[in-house]
C-alpha cells in the first residue's frame, strides 16, 4: 500500500523506474522494427500508458537516432498545458546505456517529406507568408493537395513541428492559417527556419 502510494505521488520517478526495468525489451522492440509492422504491445501500449499517468497530454516517439542510439522523445504534441510535464520527465531520466531521451519534437532538416493522408509534401511544394505579431511570428502555410480544411490544419500544423520544432511553434509562432495553391510571392517552407531564429532567438530545437 505504501509502494502504490509513493509511485501516486511521483508517477515520473514510477515511470522511469519501469523503462530502466525493460530498457533491454524496449531496445530489442524497437530495433526489431525493421522486422516488424509495429512495435509490441511492451513498446506500443504500455509506454503511452505510463506517459499518460505523469500528464494526459504527453505523447511519444521512439526509434533509432543517426548515431544508432534508442532515441525516446517525448512531447506535449503542441499543449502548452503539458509543457512543464515534458521538462520534468526528460530532466529526471536516468542514464540509460544506448538510449537517449530528448524533450520535445525537434527541428527536421528540410530535406524531409511529409506523408499524410495520402499525400507526400517537401518543404520546396509548401509556400509560406509570415508577419510580426509582437516578439510572435504568425505564418500562412500554402498546402499545394486536394484535402478538406481540417486535413489541411492538421498537415500545417504538423509541417510546421518539422520546420521548427514542437518547442518554437508553440512559444514563438502567433496565428497559423492555411490555404491552397502555390502562390508566386510566398517563400518556400525551407527558409522558415532561418527567418523565424533571425526575427526570435532560437530556444529549444
Do not use: C
Amino acid at each position: 500500500m505504501a509502494l502504490l502510494s509513493f509511485f501516486s505521488r511521483d508517477p515520473v520517478g514510477a515511470f522511469w523506474t519501469w523503462f530502466a526495468a525493460n530498457a533491454k525489451a524496449i531496445e530489442a522492440d524497437v530495433r526489431g522494427l525493421k522486422r516488424r509492422p509495429r512495435a509490441t504491445r511492451l513498446t506500443n501500449e504500455n509506454l503511452a500508458g505510463r506517459l499518460r499517468r505523469i500528464h494526459p497530454m504527453l505523447v511519444y516517439e521512439i526509434g533509432v537516432d543517426t548515431d544508432g542510439l534508442v532515441e525516446l522523445i517525448v512531447s506535449a504534441d503542441g499543449n502548452r498545458a503539458a509543457f512543464e510535464a515534458v521538462t520534468r520527465t526528460v530532466r529526471a531520466a536516468p542514464p540509460l546505456a544506448g538510449f537517449k531521451v530528448t524533450a520535445f519534437r525537434r527541428r527536421m532538416g528540410p530535406d524531409v517529406a511529409l506523408g499524410m493522408f495520402g499525400h507526400e509534401l517537401t518543404f520546396d511544394q509548401v509556400r509560406y507568408e509570415s508577419w510580426a505579431e509582437g516578439d510572435r511570428l504568425g505564418v500562412r502555410l500554402y498546402i499545394p493537395v486536394d484535402v478538406d480544411e481540417a486535413e489541411r490544419h492538421a498537415m500545417a500544423f504538423l509541417l510546421l513541428d518539422m520546420a521548427l520544432g514542437e518547442y518554437d511553434v508553440e512559444t514563438g509562432v502567433g496565428a497559423i492559417e492555411t490555404r491552397t495553391g502555390q502562390p508566386r510571392g510566398a517563400k518556400r517552407l525551407r527558409a522558415l527556419a532561418a527567418e523565424f531564429d533571425a526575427f526570435r532567438n532560437p530556444t529549444v530545437h
